[in-house]
């Protein structure tokens, strides 16, 4: 596995003019994120996570400081520069599941095909849109339109439709965020078997309980990154302060 950063951002900035105020949404972040990993950023409202978000998907450029997507610069390119990054290295998950209601799921899949400067064949776009399905665990379903799915089957067409370009980063803003409870932890289940395989997976949520399926945690306030843990050190600290809390208490009861 490569060791070079699919992202690398370096003391990033992001200042939005309002009017006569400057307003400062991201200060000076920097910020690695390699092959394979499983990261969740998270943030309060105006904390800077969507606007990092919309940087890191290339909807955005910074200010100041230098992004790096997959080893490319991709700071100072110009807004179609941007747009053809974003559809060879990124593919994108949103809460809305954006399917074309009339299309059946692999046709859906097969959409960011038709946009790729690379030139795919019909029968190409179809074997690698039915091949995504399957990596979802929808294969079966291949057929069916959106309003015979589920929201959670929506929500992997969706998944697997940001996967049919083989992007080096797939980026995922709340996609659980439409979802009830049980269908929220299939849909991550999901997520988990994509990143073991491989598959380098950045999430926005603001649900704790989301980010406790990745590998890495990243906080946001006031633009800044305020920590940056792995998951597991995380939960093993607030597990030991669980135990710590149920003896202090059985003390005082004793």
């Known amino acids: 596995m490569s060791t070079r950063p699919v992202i690398q951002l370096t003391d990033i900035h992001k200042i939005y003019r309002t009017g ?4 400062h949404a991201v200060r000076g972040v920097s910020l690695d994120i390699l092959p394979g990993e499983f990261v969740a950023i998270m ?12 940087m890191i998907g290339c909807l955005d450029r910074p200010t100041s400081g230098n992004y790096f997507l997959d080893g490319i610069d991709v700071s100072t390119l110009d807004r179609e520069q941007r747009a053809e990054i974003r559809n060879d290295k990124i593919g994108f998950v949103f809460q809305g ?15 960011p095909m038709l946009y ?11 074997q690698r849109a039915l091949a995504s399905l399957e990596l979802v665990g929808l294969g079966q379903r291949a057929d069916h339109k959106p309003n015979q799915l589920s929201g959670g089957q929506q929500q992997r067409v969706a998944i697997a439709r940001a996967l049919v370009n083989q992007p080096s980063l797939l980026l995922a803003d709340e996609p659980t965020g439409n979802l009830d409870s049980q269908t929220s932890i299939e849909i991550m289940g999901v ?13 926005v949520t603001h649900e ?47």
């Open 20 to 23: 006569e105020v400057d307003v």
């Open 43 to 54: 943030g309060s409202s105006g904390s800077g996570k969507s606007t990092l978000m919309n």
């Open 97 to 111: 599941f954006n399917l074309l209601s009339r299309t059946t799921a692999v046709e859906n899949v097969e959409m």
């Open 116 to 126: 790729n400067h690379r030139r795919v064949t019909s029968q190409e776009q179809r």
């Open 191 to 203: 997520f988990q078997k994509l990143n073991e395989q491989g598959i380098t997976i950045v999430m």
């Open 208 to 254: 704790l309980d989301v980010a406790r399926y990745t590998k890495r945690m990243i906080i946001l306030k006031d633009g800044k990154i305020r920590t940056d843990e792995k998951v597991a050190e995380r939960l093993n600290a607030e597990e030991e302060l669980k135990k710590l809390r149920t003896a202090q208490e059985a003390v005082k009861l004793a």
